[in-house]
């Protein structure tokens, strides 16, 4: 079904207790960090790696089926380090990848969970909207996928979803532009619609988007509430991890977990950039090619 | 009682609604932006100017008399600039000259309000705690100064505020290490004589904090509450508008307020550091020359 080098050692692949295995987090470069970031605090006690796909980033233009692979590559790595869960944050993985990669997940030996991006936020802004008018920024892909529709919809078909494609603010804000005119000029008019629409939720329906909650907050008022990811999803993990028993065993007094990062492309450019999207200092990075996978389930 | 020229245009200083006057908030430097950002978050309608004296940054170490001098000879700009209210967004201001700047400003035909760092944090976090033990970080100046001490025990005789004096933490922030290891290890060391005491909330006694809030969030816990100083403010100055009805009249359709900026030094630093700040471009920086006030009240 597969081929592949596993390259985890053996305590890696070993650790007795379940609970002390790391939390696997991937992305298709840095969007991700703002999930992982809420994950940090959130669950300061647990380890994680994140692995960033910067060789083939971006994903929002590819095919689902390319997607798909991708992801069976990169969970195939994380699941060599001692994964015992994983996140993936990313918005276009999630929409392309989530149904085939927990398939593929549960046949393993551990029956690993995975968590997506999407249905955390969905869930998070239903509960949160008292006018049932929600809104989603999002990029062209995503919004086009319908995958955030979809999810509020499975929890409540009374709300209405006004999406908002915005095709130049991730770029805007990769390219560390997030605080000039620019920026301003293209969350002034992403939001406009937004207003018209009277919407009392927003959902920041891409990872890089967090980045900008001060200027969206600005724009839209303080009356409606921002909804982001990497918050959402993360309660949801700490509920996974509590059923499941997977929480460290890590008491307080043993302080906090660790944090490690792979990429596929330049760790150095992996390293800088990475460092403002998780706001915490990121320490070594390591390269890592994926081996190839010859099918997805 | 003092010697001054009045720089601000004839329509900034006759304007005919009050309302319509821009909010005044000054530091001694870009600490206070953190501040004016929870500001423009929370009051989007309303008209900023702020003012950073850069060019005797910083006041921690001076004799409290001078820092009055100082807040006053800033204040009679803001006022020849039309400011409706005044906000001192720095710690050290606040615990030196807010009683005799809110004297002197109550003396002005507008009856100027003056609002301060301390007391809207003291009071967020007594309200916050359930423990009873709250947790300050702050500068040593800030931390002798006693002023939060007094605060919390004016609003609750029996709660316990545990001090730690942060020698280094505003420094390291304002030079961008807020993301390395040495403000890791800076921060880690602070945190841990409150996690000792067993805190469950901490006050930010430091305008440059809320810039590290998710590291600290992560060594804290997230049980524990953070409480900054911009957010507590900018309740307060909303009910100082609403109750002096001096909101600005502006509409939700009309957009939002304006901002700008004013400093003492070096206006390119300035508006360099200031942007890392604010999380919002600052656009122009205007360089001033302050008058001096000859004595104070």
């Known amino acids: 079904m597969m081929t592949r080098v596993v390259r985890g050692t053996a305590s890696e692949t070993s650790s007795p207790?379940?609970?002390?295995?790391?939390i696997g987090v991937f992305d298709s470069g840095v969007g991700g960090l703002t999930v992982l970031h809420e994950?940090?605090?959130?669950?300061?006690?647990?380890?994680?790696?994140?692995?960033?796909?910067t060789a083939r980033f971006p994903y929002g233009e590819r095919a689902p089926r390319e997607i798909e692979r991708f992801a069976a590559e990169i969970a195939e790595e994380l699941l060599a380090r001692g994964?015992?869960?994983?996140?993936?944050?990313?918005?276009?993985?999630?929409?392309?990848?989530?149904?085939?990669?927990?398939?593929?997940?549960?046949q393993t030996t551990l029956g690993l969970d995975v968590l997506g991006v999407v249905r955390p936020?969905?869930?998070q802004a239903v509960a949160s909207t008292r006018s049932?008018?929600?809104?989603?920024?999002?990029?062209?892909?995503?919004?086009?996928?319908?995958?955030?529709?979809?999810?509020?919809?499975?929890?409540?078909?009374?709300?209405?979803?006004?999406?908002?494609?915005?095709?130049?603010?991730?770029?805007?804000?990769q390219a560390g532009e997030q605080f000039d005119e620019r920026a301003l000029a293209t969350?002034?008019?992403?939001?406009?619609?937004?207003?018209?629409a009277g919407v009392d939720t927003v959902i920041l329906g891409c990872t890089h988007y967090?980045?900008?909650?001060?200027?969206?907050?600005?724009?839209?008022?303080?009356?409606?509430t921002l909804v982001s990811s990497g918050a959402a999803l993360a309660r949801q993990v700490e509920h996974a991890l509590s059923t499941?028993?997977?929480?460290?065993?890590?008491?307080?007094?043993?302080?906090?977990?660790?944090?490690?990062?792979?990429?596929?492309?330049?760790?150095?450019?992996?390293?800088?950039?990475?460092?403002?999207?998780?706001?915490?200092?990121?320490?070594?990075?390591?390269?890592?090619?994926?081996?190839?996978?010859?099918?997805v389930a």
């Open 244 to 295: 499941r028993e997977l929480r460290n065993p890590r008491t307080e007094g043993e302080g906090e977990g660790e944090y490690r990062f792979l990429c596929t492309g330049d760790v150095e450019a992996f390293r800088e950039l990475g460092t403002r999207f998780l706001q915490m200092p990121l320490g070594e990075v390591e390269h890592v090619e994926l081996a190839a996978v010859e099918a």
């Open 210 to 224: 967090p980045l900008i909650s001060p200027m969206l907050q600005r724009m839209l008022g303080p009356q409606v």
């Open 121 to 123: 936020e969905a869930l």
């Open 132 to 173: 049932g008018r929600i809104g989603l920024l999002a990029t062209p892909t995503t919004v086009s996928s319908r995958a955030y529709e979809q999810a509020v919809h499975t929890v409540d078909p009374h709300v209405t979803l006004h999406a908002v494609a915005c095709p130049d603010l991730a770029a805007v804000i």
């Open 187 to 196: 969350v002034r008019e992403a939001c406009r619609p937004l207003q018209d």
């Open 83 to 106: 994964a015992k869960l994983l996140v993936v944050a990313c918005n276009s993985a999630t929409a392309a990848a989530l149904p085939s990669l927990s398939r593929r997940m549960m």
């Open 39 to 53: 994950l940090l605090v959130r669950l300061p006690r647990e380890d994680f790696v994140y692995l960033g796909d």
């Open 17 to 22: 207790g379940q609970g002390g295995r790391p």
